[in-house]
């Protein structure tokens, strides 16, 4: 009986194969994130795909799995490598390892506005295409986060303060930053923010205020200094060999809602950055200005991360940062 069903089902597809006129199946992508549905990346590229759907009469669709449910965060990468799936958005900072080139975003204090951010964005995009390219990587767009400053428990009197205490660490630069200031860096993902803070597992972290308002840190976090450390990106990508695959007519839906999401994404960036500082303020958090002397110790330890950086990276350091400042 079993057998009977099964044959009934295989004439069944391959006459549905065959039927004329009948298009052959869409292509169907899978786009990994690991950040939350509700986050303004995340809007963004479920625009994104929607307009792929549309703009490609079907041929393609993306399905979007956010909040690290198809891989975590930090192994995105690799899994639109392996093809687990054909897509994917990843911070850039987290990907300083593999390819230290993509740790310009969080050298501090180089980029304070976006229009900077832009120009950084511009001049990095031919290197970090090369090195996604020798990992059978295609980048499609990227977007920043709002600027990083600083959530702290208590008031900021000095860099001394930070000695023993809790920092939450994202990236190799947070991480390095509280070595420096003899705090202990917790790695903790940006979904599990307001659950480290309430668990006490944390004391101060250079975030966005955005992130901070996603997390609801108020309460635990009292004070948010703007210091405009740097301005992370994450980048969403696809698989070489999956892109190459389609049509180019989809080739060409891709890029050109790509570049809208970009232009869309930067604009929705701005926008929280100021409304999600507003936000923090009515919720009790004290926006403050640094004092002077910490400011000037916070810029002379940014100068260390730097210079490692640029040693770390090597000549094509340069390529971006010699172009950056000449303007
Ligand atoms: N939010 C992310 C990265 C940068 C940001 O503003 C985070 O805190 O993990």
Redesign the pocket.
């Known amino acids: 009986m079993k057998f009977i069903l099964y044959a009934a089902m295989l004439a069944a597809s391959v006459s549905f194969a065959q039927t004329p006129g009948v298009s052959p199946a869409a292509t169907h992508w899978k786009l990994a994130t690991g950040y939350r549905a509700e986050s303004f990346h995340t809007q963004n590229i479920a625009q994104f795909a929607r307009e792929v759907g549309v703009a490609s009469g079907g041929q393609l669709t993306i399905e979007v799995f956010p909040n690290s449910t198809l891989a975590k965060l930090a192994d995105i990468p690799q899994a639109v490598r392996d093809g687990v799936a054909q897509a994917g958005e990843a911070?850039m900072t987290g990907m300083v390892k593999d390819m230290p080139i993509a740790g310009a975003d969080s050298v501090p204090f180089v980029v304070s506005t976006y229009s900077d951010a832009q120009r950084l964005w511009k001049l990095q995009r031919p290197g970090i295409e090369k090195h996604f390219a020798e990992r059978g990587l295609k980048p499609l767009y990227a977007v920043p986060?709002?600027p990083?400053g600083l959530h702290s428990s208590k008031p900021v009197h000095s860099l001394a303060d930070f000695k023993g205490t809790q920092m939450r660490t994202?990236n190799a630069t947070t991480l390095r930053i509280a070595e420096l200031l003899g705090a202990k860096p917790v790695d903790v993902a940006?979904v599990d923010v307001g659950k480290a803070l309430a668990e006490g597992r944390m004391d101060s972290m250079i975030?966005?205020a955005?992130?901070g308002v996603e997390n609801k840190v108020w309460g635990p976090i009292k004070y948010y200094y703007e210091i405009n450390a740097w301005f992370?990106k994450n980048v969403v990508f696809v698989n070489t060999k999956a892109f190459d695959a389609l049509k180019p007519d989809v080739r060409a839906a891709v890029l050109k809602a790509a570049g809208d999401a970009q232009t869309r994404g930067w604009a929705m960036s701005q926008a929280l950055a100021s409304s999600a500082t507003e936000e923090l303020r009515a919720n009790g958090v004290k926006i403050e200005r640094i004092p002077p002397d910490v400011d000037t110790e916070i810029k002379r330890m940014g100068e260390k991360l730097s210079r490692e950086w640029v040693r770390s990276v090597g000549n094509e350091a340069n390529t971006i940062f010699v172009p950056y400042y000449i303007k």
Do not use: E, F, G
Request: glycine share 0%.
């Open positions: 911070i986060w709002p990083q994202y940006m975030t966005s955005l992130t992370p």
